[in-house]
C-alpha cells in the first residue's frame, strides 16, 4: 500500500493594479512545471502561519510588502505526485515595487486574458474567481415585465456579466415565468442571470447558468445543491451564515449591510473586513453600494459591488 501523501500547505497571494491587471510569474524552466504562468506564493514551513509566509515570499520573489490583505480562497488539488492546499489571499495594498528578484518574468494581465493551459492545474479555481465581475446589479421589484425587459436589455448592451434576478413579490409560478423571458434575453449574451434558488429550483428549468440563495435558503441546506459548471451564490449577514455558505461550497457571497445605511444593522467597512477576513469565500458588498464606492469595497478584501439602484437606470 502507497504511504499517503503529505499535503502541501501554499500561500498564494492576488495582486491587482489599477487598470484591473492581475500579477502573475514565470515558473523557472528547471523547476516542477516550469514555463508556466503562476499566482505568486509559496510553501508554508513548519509553525508558519500562512500571513506569515505570504508576507516573506512576496518579500522574497517580488521585493514587496503585503500591508492590507484578506483569505480569498482554499483549494485542494492532487497531482498525480502530491496533494496541495492553495490558501489563496486577495492582497488590496502593499509597500514597494513588483520585480523579479529571483529572475523570474513577472507581468500585469486581465484575468480574461489567463488561458488554463498557461498554468498549473490547482490555479484553474483561482482564474475563475479573478473573473467574476467588479459588478452584480439586482432586478428591482416590478409590477410588470417589461420595464425589466427594458432594463436587462440595457445591461447587456453595457457588458454587465452577471445579474441577480430577485423579485420577491411574485409567487413561483410567475417568478419562473418571468425568468425564463428574462433568461432567453441573456443566453446568447454573455450576461448570466442568477436564478432565486426557492422560487426557481435549476433542476426544474432549462438554461439556468446560475442560482442564488437567500440567507434563510441557505442555512436550510447540507450541501452544494446544483452542479459545479452552475454558479451558486448566497446572501449573508453574519458569521454564520458565511461559515454555511463555505461549508456548502458557494462560489461567492453577497455580504449585507455594508457601509452606507448608518443604522445599528449597518456592518460599516470595519465590520465588513472582519467578516471577509473569517472565511475564505468571494465576497461582494451589498447595501447602498454605488460606482464609485468600488475602490473602498475593493480595499476591504471584496471582489466587487452588487446592488438594485446605482444599476436601475432606466424608468420602472
Known sequence: MPAKQKLVHVAVGVVKN???????????????????WEFPGGKVDPGEDVQSALCREFKEELGINPTRFFPLKKIVHQYSDKKVLLDVWMITSFDGEPQGLEGQEIKWQLAEMFKYDEFPKANRQIIDVLRLPLYLPITPQVSGFKALETLILNWIEAKYQLAYFCQNQLSGDLYRQWFDCANQLCLKSGLVLLADLE??????????????????TLMALIERPVAEDVLFSASCHNRKELRRAQSVGVDFVLLAPTAKYGNSKSLGWTGFERLVESVSIPTYALGGQFKPDLNQALLSGAVGIAGISTFSDVPL
Open 18 to 36: 489599477d487598470l484591473n491587471q492581475v500579477l502573475i510569474s514565470l515558473r523557472r524552466s528547471d523547476a516542477d512545471q516550469g514555463g508556466l
Open 199 to 216: 422560487k426557481y429550483p435549476c433542476e426544474s428549468g432549462f438554461g439556468v447558468r446560475g442560482v442564488h440563495a437567500k440567507a434563510s
